[in-house]
């Protein structure tokens, strides 16, 4: 597992920085961590700059590695460009299996706040993109004990779910499945419309439960209401990372935050991972 993470000095890339760091003894991952100098005339498409320009970005690598301590570190710089961009590409040409970023350093501590980065990239990454709350950095975070998914039932939402088993395995922590069962919504101005049926609750979660890795502890939580806001309070309780899955619409392979995913990063108190969609392949071989 490899991680990608920009780092510019500022506090919300030092909360990307703890939080890759605790994936990363977790996991095994190793990190990359990237710097893009604007200062001087640069191109406007990125290059990597030899060891002499990229001088300035010393002290970064730096204050990166030792706030990575435990796990393998790769470091570079670029000229040019845009951080989202550059993070982008080379999570498509690069073996990243996760983007880590930080919110700005603004509104309430414990709260992501998307910036222009992360929402760059949380509209159309081909990789996982993970975000940290605000503060996150303030202190140091033991290896997720438990992880919260949010489900569905739909291919999105299974993508989810094998990504937080990935997680859980090497970290042995606890699986918690959230399904919220949210009041049908009725078209303005439709006559006659009838809202779809919605799968059985708890069918849907006896067949998830049912789905996942025998050797990982499960336990589950049923709600009712807006999803977004269950979520969040669902993740109050202990939970160290909540994973869920792209909108399902748009182009395939790409993260894409939908109104539930938008709301839960900007609300949840631990971070937010959304996986990327899935092919109707990956999906099929995920149920």
Same mark, same amino acid.
């Given at each position: ?33 990237? +710097? %893009?100098?604007?200062? /001087?005339? !640069?191109?406007?498409?990125? @290059? =990597?700059?030899?060891? $002499?320009?990229? &001088? ?91 992880? +919260? %998914?949010?489900?569905? /039932?739909? !291919?999105?939402?299974?993508? @989810? =779910?094998?990504?937080? $088993?990935?997680? &859980? ?119």
């Amino acid at each position: 597992m490899r991680l990608l993470i920009g780092f510019d000095g500022s506090d919300g890339g030092r909360d990307a920085l703890e939080l890759a760091r605790v994936l990363g003894v977790a996991t095994g991952a190793r990190a990359l961590v990237v +710097a %893009v100098l604007m200062s /001087g005339p !640069l191109p406007l498409s990125y @290059a =990597l700059l030899d060891s $002499e320009e990229s &001088a300035e970005a010393g002290p970064l690598f730096e204050e990166a590695r030792e706030r990575l301590a435990g796990i393998e570190v790769e470091t570079r710089a670029f000229g040019g460009g845009t951080p989202a961009g550059l993070i982008t590409t080379l999570g498509e040409e690069e073996d990243v299996d996760t983007i880590v970023v930080g919110s700005p350093h603004r509104g309430p501590v414990g709260r992501a706040l998307l910036g222009s980065v992360a929402e760059s990239l949380l509209s159309g990454a081909s990789r996982a993109v993970v975000v940290a709350p605000r503060g996150y950095a303030q202190e140091r975070h033991d290896s997720p004990r438990l992880i +919260a %998914v949010a489900y569905d /039932g739909t !291919l999105e939402s299974k993508a @989810a =779910l094998r990504r937080a $088993e990935d997680l &859980a395995r090497p970290a042995q922590a606890k699986i918690r499945i959230v399904t919220v069962v949210a009041p049908p919504v009725a078209l303005p101005g439709v006559i006659g419309y009838t809202p779809p049926e919605p799968p059985d609750p708890e069918k849907l979660m006896s067949d998830v439960i049912s789905s996942i890795d025998p050797e990982l502890t499960v336990d589950s939580r049923l709600l009712d209401g807006p999803p977004a806001i269950r979520l969040v309070e669902a993740c109050a309780e202990g939970v160290d990372l909540i994973v869920a899955g792209s909108r399902g619409y748009g182009p395939l392979l790409r993260v894409l935050i939908g109104s539930v995913s938008s709301q839960l990063i900007r609300k949840s108190p631990c971070p937010v991972l959304v996986v990327p969609r899935p092919s109707r392949t990956q999906g099929d071989q995920a149920t």
